[in-house]
């Protein structure tokens, strides 16, 4: 593959049903929708941990949350373990980072020449409410999600517009300084992220009467899956909302910030075209990890289902099929072997047993159901970790110490029927019990997850010191 320059951008929280490209019947995106017309569309698509501080430090390293340590949104990516743009550095290549990353700070040698305003865990601390697994608090915070739904403008919308407007900037001006090496650009968007507040213009483009109600489940988890019980009662979000006509609005608002941050996107891309390198360069849409936006009563991320777990992507460029639809499983993982293929960078020794493969190669190969996407979550609400595995038309979800879930995607891709409760799949459920084991110890992991969070726990100042600290559900805009 030709070495190339590279502009990633990435969304927080953007659910992989709500593009326009992915089949969404309402919601508008026509920049990512551009993307995707003029290259390739990965349709089973993860998140590395359906939360942003994990799945960030994944996508950084290219390697597995339990690989590094970096378990939630309270013990950030601080630069120990490799990263892509170490390596791009010690190539001579440059990096640059425009808008959030979420790591410990802006001074962690993570990888990158330049971080221009960057968005990091809050305060040092971020959520330290998510440390408390084994009797999870109950995040009274959650009624934020709820209170904030309507046309308002927010911080979140000033500090996206300007990430697009410096990333478009540099595109201009800076970018054809770096001709020696192929330069990588991350441009790093909060939205479509909550408070579901949105400019009043993207709000009224979606009217309530036009929203469907969310779908629901068969049988509520809760009512006989300890784990669910203790998870829906720390991510207690939806008891929040008055009525359906309220959870519209904020899905309403949500559809509208998906547009706005589309037309963010748009910049950046006219930027591209306006200086004649679209062409010659090439460029990916992903997210951090999605929103489960009012499905079985579940807002925000977390969970290992479609809306949450999964994440569009796409790209485009030189090399890339065009107008593709690629149904091989792939995760964030895959992005740190994809950058350095893309770069003309060989991998190390010391990468050599990354789980991740190129999403260029991936792209140019035929489908491979029978590849792996591997996800594990171990942060706030759960008492125990889970893990996804998905392979063909399966998907497979274990908790530690409690009863696992199946679903068949192609048979039932809303994932209303737990096939785990049926005890004709008993073989499928070991099957893919093994598959999960051949990729690590998951009680081990669990253990190890507490461990961590415990010592940090007491490194911050004990359990009394973060009782006292209000509650996070949302990072706020760097100053300056």
């Known amino acids: 593959m030709e070495p190339k320059n590279l502009v990633i951008i990435m969304s927080d929280e953007h659910s992989p049903k709500v593009l326009g490209c992915y089949g969404h019947p309402q919601v508008k995106t026509p920049n990512m929708d551009s993307i995707a017309a003029r290259g390739t569309r990965f349709t089973n698509n993860y998140s590395s941990s359906p939360i942003c501080v994990p799945a960030r430090a994944a996508f950084a390293t290219g390697r597995y949350v339990n690989e590094i340590g970096y378990w939630d949104n309270a013990i950030a990516y601080d630069g120990k373990v490799p990263s892509w743009g170490h390596r791009l550095q010690e190539a001579g290549s440059h990096v640059l980072s425009i808008g959030k990353l979420h790591y410990t700070d802006d001074k962690a040698p993570t990888g990158l020449d330049e971080q221009v305003i960057p968005m990091h865990i809050a305060g040092g601390y971020g959520d330290l409410h998510g440390l408390i697994r084994d009797d999870p608090i109950r995040r009274e915070q959650s009624r934020g999600m709820a209170d904030k739904v309507g046309p308002v403008e927010n911080d979140y919308h000033k500090y996206d517009r300007d990430i697009a407007q410096r990333s478009a900037a540099w595109i201009r001006d800076e970018a054809p300084k770096y001709t020696d090496k192929p330069w990588v650009l991350f441009v790093s968007f909060i939205c479509p992220h909550y408070p579901f507040e949105v400019p009043e213009k993207y709000y009224n483009m979606y009217p309530i009467d036009q929203i469907p109600t969310p779908k629901q489940r068969i049988k509520p988890m809760r009512d006989h899956h300890r784990w669910w019980d203790l998870f829906e009662n720390s991510y207690c979000i939806d008891e929040f909302f008055e009525d359906d006509d309220h959870r519209r609005r904020a899905i309403a608002a949500y559809y509208g910030l998906c547009t706005f941050v589309d037309d963010q996107v748009g910049i950046v891309l006219d930027a591209m075209k306006d200086t004649g390198i679209m062409d010659d360069t090439r460029a990916a849409y992903v997210s951090d990890h999605g929103e489960s936006l009012g499905t079985r009563k579940l807002w925000a991320k977390s969970t290992m289902y479609e809306e949450s777990a999964g994440i569009p992507l ?152 973060i009782m006292k600290r209000e509650g996070i559900s949302a990072t706020p805009v760097p100053k300056g």
Do not use: W
């Open 314 to 465: 796409m790209l485009a460029g030189p090399g890339i099929p065009q107008g593709k639809v690629c149904s091989t499983p792939t995760t964030l993982v895959d992005f740190f072997p994809t950058i350095l293929d893309g770069a003309g960078i060989p991998m190390s020794a010391a990468d050599k047993d990354l789980p991740g493969q190129s999403l260029l190669e991936i792209a140019n190969a035929a489908d491979d159901p029978d590849r792996i996407a591997f996800s594990e979550y171990h942060a706030c609400g759960s008492k125990t970790a889970s893990y996804m595995v998905r392979q063909g038309k399966f998907k497979y979800i274990h908790y530690v110490d409690y009863a696992p879930e199946l679903y068949d995607l192609e048979a039932d891709p809303e994932e209303l029927e737990n096939l785990a409760e049926d005890g004709s799949c008993t073989t499928l459920l070991n099957e893919f019990e093994a598959k999960l084991r051949d990729i690590l110890d998951p009680e081990e992991a669990n253990d190890r997850a507490k461990r961590d969070q415990l010592a940090k726990i007491e490194e911050v100042g004990g359990l009394e010191f």
